[in-house]
């Protein structure tokens, strides 16, 4: 298998502000919830003016929306797989890491969920695709479209937290069921991959 490498950041650089912001809404979330969070107590936290919240952010959806990506691009960050064969390790991190900040986590699946104003319900879709163009490229259209919706299905806040709100299992039995199904999905075309040889 190959390394794991840094993910890039695809999103412009925050301001110190925004930056503040996000970080204090967030701190917020895990310390209150979501509900009790007024923009005052947001900028209090974060040390600006609540005129620069609403500045920056001027609905709430617009702010949960930009608390969501920040999180996932700092607290949840991802190291990239090398290998389209490497995902099911990355994901059993990223599960780990949801497991760890489980009010944040939520955040994130809920937001993406909602699909509006951009929200990304699977951010990592043309990664997949391209992965696997380029290291199976005998993969059919439709079957690599099947195969990229099953992990980013598998590779997202939402499978962590279906399996940790409505299945009611452990952060051990989450990190090996998604780990587990993302190797039984690509398990079926290791053989076909270019390079594959029986000794890996």
Do not use: K
């Not at 009790?36 to 947001?42: E, N």
Request: with cysteine.
């Amino acid at each position: 298998m190959g390394r794991l490498t840094p993910q890039a950041s695809p999103t412009p650089e925050l301001s110190a502000s925004e930056a503040s912001i996000l970080r204090a809404y967030s701190e917020l979330i895990e310390e209150v919830g979501t509900d009790d969070i007024s923009f005052r107590l947001i900028a209090v936290r974060a040390g600006v003016g609540e005129r620069t919240v609403f500045r920056h952010y001027p609905t709430r959806i617009d702010l949960l929306l930009a608390t969501a990506a920040w999180i996932e691009q700092t607290i949840f960050s991802r190291r990239e797989p090398a290998s389209i064969f490497d995902v099911p390790i990355a994901i059993r991190e990223a599960m780990d890491a949801y497991n760890r900040r489980p009010e944040l986590a939520h955040v994130v699946a809920e937001t993406a969920m909602r699909g509006v104003n951009g929200a990304e319900p699977a951010p990592n879709r043309d990664r997949f695709d391209t992965m696997l163009r380029a290291e199976v490229p005998s993969l059919a259209a439709p079957e690599r479209r099947l195969l990229v919706a099953a992990l980013c299905h598998l590779d997202s806040s939402a499978t962590w937290v279906t399996m940790h709100r409505e299945l009611g299992m452990d952060a051990r039995d989450i990190a090996d069921a998604a780990m587990w199904a993302a190797e039984a999905q690509l398990n079926p075309i290791r053989d076909r991959a270019t390079g594959y040889t029986a000794s890996q």
